[in-house]
């Protein structure tokens, strides 16, 4: 059973970046479809992105397309949010999941394993 471990939280001001890391503890990560959701305070927890086990392809909503980036180490069993152009409605924690199976929704029901969380706090 695959775990996973966020990192690379923090405090950015308005216009910043972060990168955050997924880690996995598997050495078969690769053949998991990974996502970043993010939950903000009072908020549903939302899609923000996810990359393809197979030729790593990657989809974004609109809300973070051409902001957001999310790449894979397959070597290090490691999944990364880089985080341009930040804005204050970008603050909330933010997840990775993983599924062996092939996502056929946006949906948060899709994945099996979490990770515990990061906080990303953008300031005005």
């Known amino acids: 059973q695959v775990q996973l471990v966020e990192s690379g939280g923090g405090l950015v001001q308005a216009g910043g970046s972060l990168r955050l890391s997924c880690a996995a503890s598997?050495?078969?990560?690769?053949?998991?479809?990974v996502a970043w959701f993010r939950q903000a305070p009072g908020k549903e927890r939302e899609f923000v992105g996810r990359?393809?086990?197979?030729?790593?392809?990657?989809y974004y909503p609109d809300s973070v397309k051409g902001r957001f980036t999310i790449s894979r180490d397959n070597a290090k069993n490691t999944v990364y949010l880089q985080m341009n152009s930040l804005k204050p409605e970008d603050t909330a924690v933010y997840y990775c999941?993983?599924?062996?199976?092939?996502?056929?929704?946006?949906?948060?029901?899709?994945?099996?394993?979490w990770g515990q969380g990061t906080q990303v706090t953008v300031s005005s």
């Open positions: 598997e050495r078969t990560f690769s053949w998991y479809t």
């Open positions: 990359i393809a086990w197979s030729a790593g392809s990657t």
């Open positions: 999941a993983a599924t062996r199976t092939v996502p056929l929704t946006l949906s948060e029901d899709e994945y099996g394993y």
